[in-house]
Each structure stands twice: as C-alpha cells, then as structure tokens.
C-alpha cells in the first residue's frame, strides 16, 4: 500500500552513509582567530572610527578576513593512504640497499700484559 502512494520503505541514512565534514586543524584555528584579531585592531586604529556602523563593517570585514585564512592552511595529509597500497619489493629494495657480498670480521688484536 505505501508504494502506492509513492512512500518508500528505504530505511534513513546512517553516519557511515553521509559525507563527513573535516574538522578544522589547530593550525587553522589558530591563523584565522590571530588574523580577526589583528586585523580588527589595524582597521580600527588605521580608520579612528566611532560609530556603531563603522564598527560593524570592521568587524564584518576582520571576520571575512579570518576565514579566508584559515581556509587557505594546507591540510595535513591522511596517512590512511600510504598504508593502503602494500610494499612492493622494489620499494623494499630502494629503502635498504643490501649488499650480497659477504662482510669478513677482522681480527681482533689483543695488547700484550707489560
């Protein structure tokens, strides 16, 4: 009866069915609050405005300013992709060259009593 009415049964998406959005960086959070902060202070000395609308434009603007920031700080890579893709042998091979001669021992010199 419900696919009749066009209602369908298909149960509600879970989190793993969703996109995740990434969580900003310390980094990120850092620039972008430093950059409103001082930027707010800049335009406020530079413009010595006094009114409410003057300030809310610098405001406005500072936090325009910031997010752009923070949103132009490289990402750290994952490294979920490296340790996906297994080693080859030439990868193995490439990061400890092995020598196939065989390493002779010295002897070893012993001083004599005086």
């Known amino acids: 009866m419900q696919a009749i009415r066009g209602l369908s ?9 969703t996109i995740a959005m990434p969580r900003p ?5 850092a620039y972008g609050s430093c950059t409103v902060i001082f930027s707010t202070l800049a335009m406020l000395l530079l413009s010595q405005t006094s009114s409410g ?24 890579r994952s490294r979920t992709a490296a340790q996906e ?16 001669t065989p390493v002779r021992s010295e002897p070893v010199r012993e001083r004599a009593a005086s």
Request: hydrophobic share 55%; no cysteine.
């Open 53 to 76: 609308a003057g300030i809310a434009v610098i405001a406005v603007a500072a936090l325009a300013l910031g997010l752009l920031v923070a949103l132009t700080v490289r990402q750290p």
């Open 25 to 29: 960086s310390a980094a990120q959070l």
């Open 85 to 100: 893709r297994p080693a080859t042998k030439d990868t193995v091979r490439a990061a400890a060259p092995v020598s196939l």
């Open 9 to 17: 049964a298909t149960p509600a998406p879970t989190s793993e069915d």
